[in-house]
């Protein structure tokens, strides 16, 4: 990450709150854990690449008026020839590996010293809670109660060996694992889980506190066994609650029990007196202004680390960056497409790693600002405009090839994701006909389409200035197929107090983009739910007054499951309903981008955090060797996605190893 990120989770609402009035804004009280990164300085250098490839593809000119331009008018009808499936990476001497479970060639090399970038912002924001500092920094120290698969994101055995839920759903157990000692030789034991989930639930700078809404008692059972209660059904706490990271009740325990109840936080820990202690393979040797460095654990649990010394130094510029890998300054390197697009012919490997990620346009049912303020309501029209996004071409151009076009919806877990639900192929014909059946026409000949109610499909979709510049890159460029069906989009990117204004208040929008990062479990109730309505639920996140009986139904199916069986069941009924009734254009999954070093080994892909398994890595002899390359050409910000993003920056549960 080279700039913090803008959006949040709401931090202490429940399902309760369901159908509260608001009296006042719901702004004040709403943040979205939503993770965005990079800005629309970056997005403008992808969007020329995009416009080019666009043309190129549709045997159609680039459009010389901005997309973004209210005046823009659209071209002439003319249906432009079918995308090519372009190879989605060109030859290089960088090998890219795909494989979310690769080998690793020869046997590991003990010794030697790693080195990595970390995001400056919070870097001294050491509170396992609030979630502020980058997340290499807790990955490398601190462990979950349960590991989330590198693959699949489902709970496994780490810190907690063995767990059990009740039939009803309404008790967990947690038993932990013994012989496990904290960096500072103090044994780890069950009072450690059962403070640490304590302080998720109340500390005021709780980013996950929303977890924890239907827990009734956190209680130590025994030096072994922690026991947790529930006021009704939560299957998905082992999921996102339980693969949260740990750390040292002896440690944080007076300075916490000193607080007054009710306004008690560990923001504000001295970490200069003490410096924190973890589980994880790598214990914190010193911190400084801009870097922090580790040493491997020598009495970790599992196999120590094969490098000696982990060092995560702060750079936020991302050309910075780049350059330093090439030199070999550092040995794995997060990047964005845009940057593994300008090094294929370096030496080294490009790891493509499945992420927890999902960028959509959510259609607004309800703008004052149209002639009938439910014009998406109609269904061919959404039809209509999926079938004119042209997928094929903005994964190869802005993408690099690396997304999943094909995936719909953003119940991205690869546990839940039904992949049988695919986005239909770009089809123009197919779409002007779908308008036509549906009741619009061009009736005053101005190349824009009217329906029977005098609604012009002159659109507008909002979009923050922090988030992706890949999304923003690719909505730029939807508006010259748009144009060929008979519609304008005007894409608004706006600051971030603006964009919540609007989406939030204003309400004056015909789709509004995002960017998910997500949990193991699925979290978004609020989002496709209608008693989260942002204009009726202060604690919603539901955009546009989408409202559909099965979307709600299959939410009730899900607040009531106790297995994942049943979690999975109420997950396929959501994805098929908010398909079936599109809740917004779908854009895909894209996978995140990590260099690594000529001589470097044993990297392993995580869903939840791309770079998480440092202790795996080990350098051959020849590792010192700076890949050979050109000079790299400024590109936009990195925009690997970090594990789902809890607070400012994005982070999720810390590290581990399990392969699936």
């Known amino acids: 990450m080279t700039t913090a990120t803008s959006g949040v989770r709401h931090g202490g609402d429940s399902r309760d709150d369901a159908g509260q009035e608001s009296s006042g804004s719901p702004a004040a009280a709403l943040t979205r854990r939503r993770a965005v990164i990079g800005g629309v300085a970056g997005a403008a250098a992808v969007v020329a690449g995009l416009q080019g490839v666009l043309a190129q593809d549709s045997g159609t000119p680039a459009a010389s008026t901005p997309a973004a331009s209210p005046q823009a008018s659209p071209s002439a009808p003319a249906t432009p020839a079918p995308t090519p499936e372009p190879t989605a990476t060109p030859p290089s001497v960088l090998t890219v590996v795909t494989d979310q479970r690769p080998g690793a060639n020869g046997e590991p090399v003990a010794g030697g010293d790693l080195r990595m970038f970390v995001a400056s912002a919070g870097l ?57 000692t904290w960096h500072d030789d103090m044994p780890f034991t069950a009072a450690d889980v059962a403070f640490s989930l304590q302080v998720y639930q109340n500390d005021i700078n709780s980013a996950v506190g929303r977890f924890f809404s239907n827990v009734d008692q956190i209680k130590l059972v025994n030096a072994k066994t922690v026991s947790v209660t529930f006021t009704r059904p939560d299957a998905a706490f082992v999921y996102n609650a339980c693969t949260l990271p740990v750390f040292a009740a002896h440690q944080y325990g007076d300075y916490w029990n000193k607080q007054e109840d009710g306004n008690r936080t560990l923001s504000g820990f001295d970490v200069t007196k003490a410096k924190p202690v973890g589980t994880g393979p790598w214990a914190i040797d010193t911190i400084s202004a801009d870097a922090i460095a580790f040493k491997a654990f020598a009495a970790y649990w599992q196999d120590r680390p094969h490098a000696d010394t982990l060092t995560l130094t702060a750079e936020d510029d991302a050309d910075a960056r780049l350059k330093a890998w090439q030199e070999g300054k550092v040995d794995v390197l997060p990047v964005s497409p845009a940057q593994a697009m300008s090094v294929y012919d370096w030496t080294g490997t490009l790891y493509v790693v499945e992420s927890p990620v999902a960028m959509f346009a959510a259609f607004n049912f309800n703008n004052p600002a149209n002639v009938t303020a439910d014009m998406m309501k109609n269904p061919a029209l959404r039809q209509a405009l999926t079938l004119a996004v042209d997928r094929v071409a903005y994964r190869n151009a802005v993408f690099g090839g690396f997304l999943d076009d094909k995936a719909t919806g953003t119940i991205t877990q690869p546990w839940a994701h039904d992949a049988s639900l695919t986005n ?133 199916t899900w607040f009531a499951a106790k297995t994942e069986d049943q979690m999975k069941a109420a997950l396929a009924s959501l994805q098929q309903a908010v398909n079936d009734d599109l809740f917004g254009l779908w854009f895909g999954f894209p996978r995140d981008l990590v260099l690594v070093r000529p001589g470097v080994q044993g990297f392993q892909p995580n869903t939840m955090l791309s770079t998480w398994d440092t202790r795996l890595l080990w350098k051959t002899p020849d590792a010192a060797t700076p890949p050979a390359g050109p000079t790299p050409v400024p590109t936009p910000s990195p925009t690997a996605s970090p594990a789902a993003s809890p607070g400012a920056s994005p982070q999720a549960s810390p590290p581990a190893t399990p392969a699936t």
């Open 124 to 180: 001294d924001e050491f509170s396992p809670v609030a979630f502020r500092q980058d997340p290499q920094v807790g990955a490398s120290y601190l462990e979950p109660m349960l590991w989330a698969g590198n693959v699949s994101m489902e709970p496994q055995p780490w810190l907690v060996e063995q767990w059990r839920l009740s039939a009803d759903a309404l008790t967990l157990e947690l038993d932990v694992r013994h012989g496990i």
């Open 424 to 556: 239909p192929p770009f089809d123009l014909a197919k779409a002007k006909k779908t308008l036509a059946d549906g009741g619009w026409s061009d009736t005053d000949g101005d190349g824009l389409l009217e329906d029977a109610h005098g609604n012009t499909l002159d659109l507008y979709c909002v979009v923050s200035s922090e988030d992706r510049p890949e999304l923003i890159a690719l909505l730029q460029g939807l508006n010259e197929n748009f144009n060929q069906i008979g519609a304008r989009l005007t894409v608004q990117v706006l600051d971030p107090a603006d964009f919540l204004t609007r989406w939030v208040d204003n309400h004056q929008f015909d789709m509004v983009a995002f960017t998910l990062v997500q949990y193991p479990a699925f979290d978004e109730y609020d989002l496709y739910g209608s008693k989260w309505d942002v204009r009726t639920n202060s604690a919603g996140w539901n955009p546009g007054s989408y409202s559909n009986p099965k979307a709600d139904a299959a939410l009730d």
